[in-house]
């Protein structure tokens, strides 16, 4: 089972332009997510539509590529990347891991549990989500939420509350008490059906909640959900990133 690691990066964020050369602790973010990955996977790959990060990259001994600037998501930038990294290693890869490059704190445990989730030769996509622990982080829609089936598939993604709490007013300890789960943003294909959903229109609830991975759902594929009790750094906006430069335990 060979398996790349592909971090998609892109400069003009809308939120927070330039994120993966800002300074988290002194070092530019993308480097950071690179070095993390690399702590678990062989091959490792920047997928960029920007000079000065692929720059930035291979100036710290990393790896990137450019690619495309009109891709709809990341998970295009990683097909284009694939096919990129194939051609110039003369490897063949089986499964694609889609890394967040604004994860810099992200764990290689968190890596390998993603990796350990394609043993299983029926998972086609898999992911992670943790348990929630705080009100701030379930009220917040820039963290999407995820409820499972008893198998630990995803039934749905969402930037709402879900699911909804009926009985009463939604506290810290009914969080903590019943089954709410932030989605990681972490994310396995195996090689073929990368390319199927890389071929699927844009879908309803995809375009309604901006969340890529329901257009998969829509079609009817599983996503396989793997747990961690790991905290998530994500850095989205320019306070994510004074928040976290200013975390002493980091």
Known sequence: MNIIAIIPSRYASSRFPGKPLALVKGIPMIVRVFAQAKKVFTDVCVAT???????????????????KQDHKSGTDRCLEALHKYEEISNKKF?????????????????LQSLKECFKDETVEIATLVKPAEEMEEVLDSNRPKVVLNKDNFAIYFSRSVIPHYRAGNL??????KEKYYLHIGLYGYRKEILEQICKLEEGY??????????????????IKVEHTQEKSYCIDTQQDLERINNMEFL
Do not use: C, H
């Open 49 to 67: 539509d920007d000079k000065r990060i692929y720059d930035i990259v291979t100036e710290n001994g990393g790896v990137a590529v450019m690619t």
């Open 94 to 110: 089986d499964i694609v891991l889609n890394i967040q490059g604004d994860e810099p704190f992200i764990s290689p445990n968190q």
């Open 171 to 176: 506290s810290k300890e009914i969080i903590n």
């Open 205 to 222: 609830l995809e375009r309604i909640e901006k969340l890529e991975q329901l257009r998969w759902l829509e079609n009817g594929i599983k």
